[in-house]
């Protein structure tokens, strides 16, 4: 399966980031976060016509994997896509994950996205905007709205795979294959589906 432009999905603290490195690193590809193209500083949100335009010219170029969801930007980033890595991990471990993560940030008190300013605190961590009761709402629906997308006819030039372990996500990355001809996954043992 050649690969050149994947959307790397999940939610929150499922470690999307993460893998999305990887896998953009193995593939000599552009990483685009879109948490990074969304967000401007003091936590201000684009609007959605800047957020869409913004977005597609980030994915104008050849090669990338786009690490996010946003789920209202189907149109523009799945217009082109030719695979869409799902990562599924299960509830506690996301969540566990999702602490982690947010902790981290905390102590670190690093600016998240650069150009931004915008860091992790207590406060924000604890608020009604904390990621991790964002992560602790959400993850069912994410879920379910991930497994329909497996099932719908919708998304018909779309492969996706669903990445549910670390070990499954290992396997996926020694998967790749980059060469002169161009970047390719072997088929993975594990669920992936053309449709």
């Not at 401007?40 to 949100?45: L, T």
């Not at 609007?47 to 335009?53: G, N, S, W």
């Not at 998240?112 to 924000?124: C, P, Q, Y």
């Amino acid at each position: 399966m050649d690969v050149k432009k994947i959307n790397v999905v999940g939610v929150s603290g499922s470690g999307k980031s993460f893998f999305s490195k990887e896998l953009a690193e193995k593939l000599d590809a552009s990483y685009l976060e879109m948490d990074a193209i969304f967000w401007k500083p003091n936590w201000e949100e684009s609007k959605d016509d800047e957020f869409f335009a913004n977005l597609s010219a980030a994915i104008s170029i050849d090669s990338w994997v786009l690490d996010g969801n946003y789920n209202r930007t189907r149109s523009v980033k799945w217009k082109d896509v030719d695979t869409v890595v799902w990562i599924d991990y299960s509830f506690p471990r996301t969540v566990f994950q999702a602490i982690k993560r947010a902790l981290t940030r905390v102590m670190s008190r690093k600016e998240i996205w650069a150009g931004t300013g915008n860091k992790e605190s207590l406060k924000k961590l604890f608020s009604k905007h904390s990621i991790v009761l964002w992560t602790l709402k959400n993850y069912y629906k994410v879920r379910r709205r991930y497994e329909a997308d497996l099932a719908s006819s919708e998304y018909a030039h779309i492969r996706f795979v669903r990445i549910q372990n670390h070990r499954q996500a290992r396997e996926f990355l020694a998967s790749v294959d980059v060469s002169q001809s161009g970047s390719t996954v072997s088929k993975p043992d594990f669920e992936s589906k053309q449709i």
